[in-house]
């Protein structure tokens, strides 16, 4: 069983900074892209930013330049550092690894989710 842990969710005012975290335990061979995603109340989930085990990333536009998407292999650990907050990245952010199990196969896997909410 693999379980993902996130921390550092909480209020922060507009233009203020976070800093999410999401720790890998159990036992697997490795892990791929991960990646961290958010839903705001009544919205779809949407795709924040990803970053494979070469340490490449992406983000989506309005995103860009403000978070930073980055991992420690030894830790196992998956972070997102947000800066310049705006009340409309308000959501839940949620974390998935892409893992390679114990019998080498792929597996998706997704943390609990940490709440953000930008207001002043």
């Known amino acids: 069983q693999v379980d993902l842990v996130e921390s550092g969710g909480g209020l922060a005012q507009p233009g203020g900074s976070l800093r999410l975290s999401c720790a890998a335990s159990g036992s697997f061979v490795s892990i791929g892209t991960m990646g961290w995603y958010r839903q705001a109340p009544g919205k779809e989930r949407e795709l924040v930013a990803n970053?494979?085990?070469?340490?490449?990333?992406a983000y989506m536009d309005s995103v860009k330049g403000r978070f930073t998407i980055s991992r420690d292999n030894v830790k196992n650990t998956l972070y997102l550092q947000m800066s310049s907050l705006k009340p409309e990245d308000t959501a839940v952010y949620l974390c998935?690894?892409?893992?390679?199990?114990?019998?080498?196969?792929?597996?998706?896997?997704w943390g609990q989710g940490a709440l953000v909410t930008v207001s002043s």
């Open positions: 970053i494979d085990s070469g340490r490449s990333t």
């Open positions: 998935k690894a892409n893992v390679i199990t114990t019998r080498y196969r792929s597996l998706g896997v």
